[in-house]
């Protein structure tokens, strides 16, 4: 083990380095490089940096073992998390770029009201809080656990490397470590999947063999109390409605929250943006991909260690979890019959989730640089994720409310560059408590963060989109129903709060609520829009705008193709 | 919305010479390519990966029963296709409109306008 700590401090301490050398030459002096990396980013650099944004210090560790154990039901998360990117490629990040300002709230403040943006703002805020405090945490589970520095100083630490390069670089030099942390935490992901894959099938193509191990996964999960890991709609209990809902909200809420869409601000063009969303898409599918492969071979190596053996003859492998914490075998005559991932299932042996990504390079016997370079990743996935967040936050606070609410777009420059980083720095010392002592509820609360985003955003930046007549009148009480329906539903199915839990209603799960909160905001915010007066006429105009990437060029530079375009080309200047 | 022009690919029907009709025009063909688009989505992932996939589960190609596969590889190989088509393809309608954005000036392109 202590070579193992010595390699992850070495790969720990060099990719830092990086980090904190890329955020120094990245640093910046003015708004627009802050909040959009001056719109200068590379597609497929915007792409990576989207991945890391986007998976979180929960996927990259969790992920694979809650796929594992929900079996074929994993693929609410799978399809959820990446197919809410063709809603953001098609529906939302072109249009969103070509409108080119900074935030999320800005654009609805913009498209609709003052009210609206002061809610937008609110909801950005508390959406991205939730989560980030799970990042923190996540980032101080890695230091803990490979570095044996207490939980505390771990946070700390986390917090201190994601000062130095928030602050100092804004979304700059977040955007390039991000790169940075993308290219890490991949590498430290597929490397241990191909070797388990090869061990375990002789192909060294996890995707595509670890088909040939789901007939004896089967059998032995059925042996040993779990479910069959091919069979649908048995790991959830509110079935395939559940599952179905699940999925919607997962995927309405990926396209609507804020630390995603931004990304998409910081491109040259509009085509930069849409092929971002590809780039974006592609890198977080060789993680996605890769994780129901990583879930199943680990589970049936631990599920075959574990089949009836006693506490002294499991895989070797297992034995340090088990001091960390994180296996308990608990067999009342000593030999192993049940296996769950559930603390309160009463089985014999009881495994949390996350070793069975954190254990794959074991488990595939790799050497120990490897199970470093996995601690590495683990952190660049917790990291890149909660310093994109907390640009949120801060934007949010210093450019929605601050300078376009409070000053009313009058502060000069120097001063906006100056609240921005306090923002942001204030955002990050509250992480860092609520990250040491994080609050009962934060498990339960990401739910809501997507839940939110779906009920809250998703619909009103479609709406704001595709449809001129949707006004802020509409778009506030949306906004607002979606939340009190989401929200509510929430509290009173969720254990949270002092609150206790109720049955849920149709079998429909919180997870699964924010799609149904976002039907809600869609049809308010119609009825509300028709009954009340169209939005100006500047607005439609701006509306209308966005759809079209750029002026249309001069009739010579168009092919064939004139015919259509020939009365509008002659008159560059009425295009408005 | 009716569909009353077919005009799209050959552009040879002058149409009537309202200044804004090549923006209906343009605005059609990419609303049309997104709803094709979107109904492959729906279909992969909710169809196949979640309405039908007890009846595909009873497939089985590579140890995989169908279903899964749709669930958990298939639906997000798509989703990846899905967005690389309506890119290239948007790429080549902004061409034929003549609103593809030249990439120097496009950097003042979004500040400039209102």
């Known amino acids: 083990m202590d070579q193992v700590r010595l390699w992850t401090y070495v790969f720990v301490i060099l990719t830092f380095g990086i980090y904190i050398t890329i955020a120094w030459r990245s640093r910046v002096k003015e708004t627009k490089e802050f909040y959009v990396a001056s719109r200068g980013v590379n597609p497929v650099a915007n792409g990576a940096a989207v991945a890391a944004d986007w998976m979180s210090a929960a996927s990259f560790i969790g992920m694979a073992g809650m796929v594992a154990f929900l079996g074929s039901d994993g693929s609410v998360y799978l399809m959820g998390w990446t197919g809410g990117y063709v809603l953001l490629a098609l529906l939302l990040a072109p249009y969103l770029r070509k409108w080119g300002k900074f935030t999320v709230p800005e654009f609805v403040g913009d498209r609709y009201s003052d009210l609206v ?119 959830r209990d509110g079935g395939q409605l559940d599952v179905l809902l699940v999925t919607a909200s997962l995927m309405l809420g990926t396209a609507g929250l804020p630390h995603v869409i931004i990304r998409f601000y910081t491109t040259r ?76 299932s009463g089985a014999d042996l009881i495994v949390s989730n996350d070793i ?30 909660a310093a994109g967040l907390l640009l949120v936050i801060a934007s949010a606070a ?76 509409g778009a506030a009480a949306g906004m607002l129903t979606g939340l009190v329906f989401t929200g509510g539903y929430m509290l009173y199915t969720l254990e949270v709060f002092g609150l206790s839990a109720n049955e849920h209603i149709l079998g429909v799960s919180p997870e699964g609520i924010g799609a149904i909160g976002a039907v809600v905001n869609f049809a308010v915010t119609i009825v509300v829009s028709k009954l009340t007066r169209p939005p100006r006429p500047e607005i439609q105009e701006m509306v209308e705008s966005i759809r079209y990437p750029a002026q249309q060029a001069p009739s010579a530079e168009r092919a064939a193709e004139g015919a259509a375009s020939e009365g509008a080309a002659s008159e560059g200047s009425a295009e408005r | 919305m009716s569909d009353p022009a077919h005009t799209g690919t050959g552009g040879h029907a002058p149409p ?80 034929e409109f003549g609103v593809a954005e030249a990439p120097e000036e496009a950097g003042q392109a979004a500040g400039g306008e209102r």
């Open chain 1, 356 to 385: 069975l990504v954190l254990a794959s390079p074991e488990i595939g016997g790799m050497p120990a640089p490897i199970i470093g370079l996995m601690a590495a990743g683990g952190m660049a996935a917790a990291l890149s994720t």
């Open chain 1, 269 to 344: 063009t509009v085509r930069g943006a849409r092929f971002s969303a590809f780039w974006a898409l592609l890198f977080i599918a060789l993680l996605y991909l890769t994780a129901p492969a990583v879930g199943a071979f680990t589970n049936l190596n631990l599920l075959q260690g574990a089949k009836g053996s006693t506490e002294a003859d499991l895989p070797a492998w297992i034995a340090p979890w088990s001091e960390a914490g994180y296996v308990t075998v608990n067999a009342p005559d000593g030999i192993i019959e049940s296996v769950s991932n559930a603390a309160d």
């Open chain 1, 117 to 235: 943006r002061v809610v937008a703002a609110v909801c950005a805020m508390v959406i991205s809080f939730t989560y980030v405090v799970g990042q923190m945490t996540g980032g101080g589970v890695v230091f803990s656990r490979f570095l044996g520095l207490s939980a505390e100083w771990a946070v700390i630490a986390t917090g201190i490397v994601i000062f130095f390069y928030s602050v100092l670089g804004g979304m700059k030099g977040i955007t390039y470590t991000q790169v940075a942390q993308y290219t890490v935490l991949i590498v430290a992901y597929l490397i241990p999947a191909v070797a388990v894959a090869q061990r375990m099938t002789n192909i060294p193509i996890p995707q595509i063999s670890y088909g040939s191990i789901l007939s004896e996964l089967d059998a032995l999960r059925l042996e040993l109390g779990l479910d069959r890991f091919t069979e649908a709609f048995v790991g």
């Open chain 1, 398 to 473: 210093s450019h929605d409310i601050y300078f376009r609410m409070v000053t009313k777009e009058k502060a000069p420059e120097k001063q906006q560059m100056l609240v921005g980083r306090i923002a942001m720095a204030c955002a990050l010392v509250v992480a860092i408590f609520a990250g040491l002592n994080p609050p009962a509820f934060v498990a339960q609360v990401v739910a809501f963060a997507f839940g939110l985003a779906a009920s809250t955003f998703f619909p009103i930046l479609i709406l704001g989109i595709f449809w001129k007549r949707a006004n802020g009148t």
């Open chain 2, 16 to 95: 009537p010479a309202a200044k804004d009709d090549w923006r209906r025009q343009y605005w059609k063909k990419n609303l049309r390519l997104m709803v094709v688009l979107l109904a492959i989505w729906f279909l992969v992932s909710f169809g196949c990966g979640i309405l039908f996939i007890e009846q595909l589960n009873t497939i089985v190609i590579l140890g995989f029963p169908l279903g899964l596969w749709f669930a958990q590889q298939g639906s997000i190989i798509t989703f990846v296709v899905l967005i690389l088509v309506y890119a290239l393809r948007m790429d080549w309608i902004d061409r």
